[in-house]
């Protein structure tokens, strides 16, 4: 996939910006808070209708604005150009593609195959099991639209069960509601289980194998699956929990509990990785969505990186772009402060690529 | 005060570790993996008697040992040699001042003044106001051992106030013992409500004369003090809240409730400041804790820099280092990745430092 024109208004710190990209590497850079890492999310908004940072649109206007929009043309492998449009104004959000608008925005998800790297991603690591699972969650609705369909059934479930645990002061009068809910968690959940299961080890071994080349072959790392499922039926588990969800009010078992544990040397990353060796896993994991989002959709991905060279040793970002300069990477945008290391990486690297170099006010250059 | 000797066993991925420092700048370089930030931890442990990054002691003890000993000869202004030794067995940690074994460990606090500045000090714009709470309680404690005190008995009597309000039925039972625990909220918190209210508006010109100097003037910031004491007494507060304390079982007005936020363009800094700019606003407000804390304690503190220079552009590297080249400031130790930058930086700055320069065994050489 390809972004040749982006159009942003009233987009966090951008007023109005239009940019005609390169349909290879793409290098944003400039001095703090010019609005780099905003750029890259305008575009991240195109393919997932939201913003990477912020849940909370109002945060995304301009100040003193009172609506956004953002527009852009790509075009696909098979040179179809694609058109989205997407704007928001008196809390109301339009999605349309090819000027055709969504009626759910939930239909757009994997239109725009998109990987993002920026250095929130850290959270996945040092953050709860809530963000790995949204994380996933987020990655395999890119790839599968049942997978989506299957969770906001489950969360809707989940919530009415929960509810009723909350308010039923006698179950008995509500033990046929409750087995309908029941039998929806193991159907919805069962299917969930097995995606994610299927998804981590269909990955493992490309997250080891960037990790391999990123770190010379110096560390170990893993990926586990953590879930109630592994051992038991989604049935049996909530039949045996009956008792503990009554008293606790809500549903204590299920996938809305899974966790993945990433771990270096047996031991979770976390406790055991430098912050270099965190990052590099970091962009191991992606780099492998990458791959199976690629094998997916029969479509090269839009990578966009966000400071991606920081915290690294040189070795490992000279290894990072020599993977970026394969065959299997199609257009890629970069955020860098620094003109002359981003110069100086590309130039070993033998990458050409488009600058777009700001400066202090908001204006900028091109150059290649 | 300077650390002229350091000397590590087991503690992180330091097996053992011998280091004689420079008086001025220490930069420790080398590639993801070899201990940078877990060698700066070590220092951070000698004056806290705790590790920055890490609250489980177990994580702290190198992979299949059972201790870890941190030992630091330290020299003050009055050139006093300061011999501080620290070792962690068997769950036990035992804090050694001069050969002399401490009784409490929080008699340790502000022996040893030390400033850190580290990436993941960005949970202090991006956390909870929890963080940012024990950010403020363990500078001013660092300060004023007074403060410490206050907190600690705060504390025992707001986990008392919860477990009553949790465990009687029928209060009235209790209202002696409620009043008396209400009496003793109101002196201590009011202490350190006075005393955070004091500390804001102290040091709040010297954040922003730091971050005017980083930025070039280019952007406004603030710090602001919440607190529901500003309007109102702690008795009363307590008196008013009782029966919504009763229903809810805890504790619900305070100042555990307190809050401090960070501010650009008069909105909070983790909507509208890049990462370079919030990046920008920590290193401020640290500088401004440092120079508070050479004040209070006469003696310059030591600055640890994990990573300072990631995420801002060369404008503000420059500018920092203009202001770290200054007399106020004494031994400082930095961590970086790569040499070519940091000498860089260094010669622009026109700094003499000696080079601690790791391979990726974890072997290194000296250089000046």
Chains 1, 2 share one sequence.
């Not at 929009?69 to 098979?78: A, C, L, R, T």
């Not at 850290?122 to 609705?141: C, T």
């Not at 699956?225 to 592994?230: A, C, D, H, I, P």
Request: glycine share 4%; with cysteine; hydrophobic share 35%.
């Amino acid at each position: 996939m390809i972004l040749k024109f982006l159009s942003i208004i009233n987009f966090k710190n951008h007023e109005n910006t239009s940019l005609k990209f390169d349909e290879n590497i793409n290098c944003i850079v400039g001095p703090n808070g010019v609005g780099k890492t905003n750029l890259l999310d305008s575009i991240h908004y195109l393919s997932f209708s939201k913003s990477y940072f912020n849940s909370i649109e109002s945060f995304n206007i301009k100040e003193k604005e009172n609506y956004f929009m953002i527009k852009g043309e790509f075009f696909n492998q098979e040179k179809q150009e694609l058109d989205i449009n997407c704007s928001y104004t008196n809390k109301k959000k339009v999605l349309k593609f090819n000027n055709k608008k969504y009626d759910k925005l939930s239909n757009h998800i994997g239109k725009i195959p998109l990987i993002i790297i920026t250095p929130i991603d850290s959270n996945l690591i040092n953050g709860s099991g809530e963000i790995r699972r949204k994380f996933i969650d987020k990655f395999l609705s890119q790839i599968d639209s049942s997978y989506l369909e299957s969770l906001l059934f489950y969360n809707k479930t989940l919530n009415q069960r929960n509810a009723l645990l909350k308010n039923s002061h006698n179950t008995n009068d509500y033990i046929d509601l409750l087995n309908t809910y029941d039998d929806s968690l193991a159907e919805f959940g069962t299917q969930i289980f097995n995606k994610r299961r299927d998804y981590i080890s269909s990955i493992i071994k490309t997250v080891k194998k960037y990790y391999n080349i990123i770190s010379n072959d110096r560390e170990d790392i893993d990926v586990e699956y953590y879930s109630e499922l592994q051992n038991n039926s989604f049935k049996n588990l909530l039949k045996e929990n009956l008792q503990k969800d009554l008293v606790l009010q809500f549903t204590s078992s299920g996938i809305h509990r899974d966790d993945f544990i990433f771990k270096m040397k047996e031991t979770n990353i976390k406790k055991t990785g430098s912050q270099g060796q965190q990052k590099s896993f970091l962009i191991s994991l992606k780099l492998a969505n990458f791959d199976l989002l690629y094998t997916k959709t029969n479509e090269k991905p839009i990578l966009l990186l966000d400071d991606v060279f920081d915290k690294l040793d040189d070795n490992r970002v000279e290894q990072i772009m020599t993977i970026l300069n394969s065959d299997n990477f199609g257009q890629i945008f970069i955020t860098d402060t620094s003109f002359n290391r981003i110069n100086s990486v590309m130039s070993t690297a033998k990458i050409s690529c488009k600058y777009f170099l700001y400066n202090f006010n908001g204006t900028y250059h091109e150059k290649t």
